[in-house]
Antibody, heavy 121, light 106 residues
Framework: QITLKESGPIVVKPSQTLTLTCTFS??????????VGWIRQPPGKALEWLAG???????RYSPTLKSRLTVTKDTSRNQVVLTMTNVGPADTATYYC?????????????WGQGTLVTVSS | DIQMTQSPSSLSASVGDRVTITCRAS??????LNWYQQKPGKAPHLLIY???NLQRGVPSRFSGSGFGTDFTLTISSLQPEDFATYYC????????FGPGTKVDIK
């Protein structure tokens, strides 16, 4: 069974660094063509792709957020970690991680339940 | 950046209706276009990938068409569980999602 679950803080203060962890099971990030992506959704708004970590250790980032994002993996724990620096109110959103098994075509066939992060002082 | 638009932004329909949602890209995305369904409080669910391919387990009443800049998602006979928001996604150049189309009950 394939599962993904996001974890991290519920509230983050402005200017702080947000760290989110995606813990997955049922697939391997060492399998050719597989990746884990991060997507967010502000309340009542559309989806926005943030970043992805791929089987070949390739990391891909949204151009608009690239300077603030870092994605890493912990293979032994089956985790992918997203770090976002200098957060602000516009970063309040539900953050999802999702599996991409499309050989890098970025379509996401399994998603976590999402975690709502609020940026507030 | 490739921009995506969807029309309509919302629609009201009845069970059994044929529903068509349009997605347009600001430049050609070839067939690198996917569709997702999202219900309130839930994660998105992949319906169609590469413009026309039905994801495993998705009912055959869903279909996708198009190439280049213009795409459509069609639900041949709307069912109660289909009331949701639908997003298109281009993956020709990294990833951009459309703004969504909300389908609700007439």
């Amino acid at each position: 069974q394939i599962t993904l679950k996001e974890s991290g803080p519920i509230v983050v203060k402005p200017s702080q660094t947000l760290t989110l962890t995606c813990t997955f099971s049922g697939f391997s990030l060492t399998t050719t063509g597989v990746g884990v992506g991060w997507i967010r959704q502000p309340p009542g708004k559309a989806l926005e792709w943030l970043a992805g970590y791929y089987w070949d250790d390739d990391r891909r980032y949204s151009p608009t957020l690239k300077s603030r994002l870092t994605v890493t993996k912990d293979t032994s724990r089956n985790q992918v970690v997203l770090t976002m620096t200098n957060v602000g109110p516009a970063d309040t959103a539900t953050y999802y991680c999702a599996r991409d098994e499309s050989l890098g075509k970025y379509w996401f066939d399994r998603w976590g339940q999402g975690t709502l992060v609020t940026v507030s002082s | 950046d490739i921009q995506m638009t969807q029309s309509p932004s919302s629609l009201s329909a009845s069970v059994g209706d044929r529903v068509t949602i349009t997605c347009r890209a600001s430049q050609s995305v070839s067939s690198y276009l996917n569709w997702y369904q999202q219900k309130p409080g839930k994660a998105p669910h992949l319906l169609i990938y590469d413009a026309t391919n039905l994801q495993r387990g998705v009912p055959s009443r869903f279909s996708g068409s198009g190439f280049g800049t213009d795409f459509t998602l069609t639900i041949s006979s709307l069912q109660p569980e289909d009331f949701a928001t639908y997003y298109c996604q281009q993956t020709y150049t990294l990833v951009t999602f459309g703004p969504g189309t909300k389908v609700d009950i007439k």
